[in-house]
């Protein structure tokens, strides 16, 4: 395995953001690169140590994702070899966690689908008997399989900052009712073709977002990510029960384990043990070999 890439440090173009896991560049005036790190967040905070092997693992997924829904909204992908735009001795850190896309009008808000009910969801819903203001029955349960799937959008935060959870009508405003009903019935097909997919692998999709941008003509596009562990809580359907917070093979591990620090969820974070890092990474490649074999 490649050495872990924490972050990308290309000169032959020109550097528009580094995110929590990606670094952005400019490909002309009209593309992207894109550079999937080995960096992990958690409660938004970018942590110390890498994931070896996360980026590729997130990339490779994506990119099946992208490929096995491209019937359902078009995506940011344009096929070019990411090797192909960047100096020769740079190709190493872009091989295998790299893509270029179109260069698109990011939403402002992130698409979030809710098939089961946990996370945040599952507090609010503690609380309110609704999630995102969507009101549920009475008596369900943690990790419950909710009745249908749920578009629960959030603001799109900056860095260091969470995401708030807002309500259809607040959508509605930000992105006229047209596109803001498009995003919704996208967002909750996508969810379901995937999640039924997943299933015949083993896996469940309790939840995931999506981020969606347009283009001049204002056509929609799947863009950023889509259905990674880092975007999404994929659970082992052999150990699933209701009424427990199930297993994960996403990052829920690394949080399950920071949650039993003293520490203030704000950065800098926390080192990981090399154990925490071997299991988190070993999480990840499983999740991509499962759904994709």
Request: include cysteine.
């Amino acid at each position: 395995m490649a050495q872990p890439l924490f972050e990308s440090s290309l000169t032959s173009l020109p550097l528009i953001n580094r995110g929590k896991v990606r670094d952005i560049y400019a490909v002309g005036d009209d593309k992207m690169l894109i550079v999937t790190t080995d960096r992990l967040s958690a409660f938004d905070v970018i942590l110390p140590d890498p994931i070896p092997g996360k980026g590729e693992v997130l990339t490779r997924l994506a990119n099946f994702w992208f490929a096995k829904l491209a019937h359902i909204v078009p995506n940011q992908l344009t096929g070019i070899d990411p090797e192909s735009v960047v100096k020769p001795e740079e190709r190493e850190q872009v091989r295998g966690r790299a893509i270029v896309v179109r260069r698109l009008k990011p939403l402002p808000i992130e698409a979030v689908v809710r098939g089961y009910l946990i996370g945040s969801g599952w507090k609010d819903y503690q609380k309110t008997g609704k999630v995102c203001g969507i009101a549920l029955p009475a008596g369900l349960r943690m990790a419950e399989k909710l009745p249908q799937p749920l578009f629960t959008p959030s603001t799109k935060a900056e860095l260091g900052q969470h995401d708030e959870n807002i309500d259809f009508a607040t959508v509605e405003k930000t992105l006229g009712a047209a596109l803001a009903a498009q995003v919704r019935e996208v967002a909750l097909r996508l969810y379901t073709e995937a999640a039924e997919y997943a299933a015949t692998r083993g896996i469940i999709i309790a939840d995931t977002k999506f981020e969606f941008g347009l283009d001049e003509q204002g056509k929609l596009y799947l863009i950023d990510e889509v259905l990674t562990p880092d975007s999404s809580r994929f659970w082992p359907a052999d150990s699933y029960r209701v009424g427990t917070s199930p297993a994960s093979f996403d990052k829920q591990f690394v949080r399950d384990y920071l949650e039993t620090l003293d520490w203030n969820k704000q950065a800098p974070g926390p080192r990981l043990p090399a154990e925490i890092i071997e299991k988190t990474a070993a999480k990840y490649r499983e999740a991509l070999e499962r759904l994709t074999r």
